[in-house]
């Protein structure tokens, strides 16, 4: 049985065009990352030690 992802959009995508941005996934040794208007496209995957690298990279 295959386990669906649980999909989550950033808390910045706020009203309006909030479904112009990315959703991400948590899987067991990766990141999913989706574009939230096309969520049925491909889908890309990191390490989760490289998402993490990227996320605090944009926190600087």
Same mark, same amino acid.
């Given at each position: 049985?295959? $386990?669906?992802?649980?999909?989550? *959009? ?11 941005? &990315? ?7 990766? $990141?999913?990352?989706?574009?939230? *208007? ?11 030690? &490289? ?10």
């Amino acid at each position: 049985m295959a $386990i669906r992802d649980h999909w989550r *959009k950033s808390s910045y995508s706020g009203g309006g065009d909030g479904n112009a941005c &990315v959703e991400i996934a948590n899987r067991r040794t990766h $990141i999913a990352i989706r574009d939230s *208007k096309a969520p049925a496209r491909a889908t890309l995957t990191v390490p989760v030690d &490289v998402f993490v690298s990227f996320v605090e990279a944009l926190r600087k």
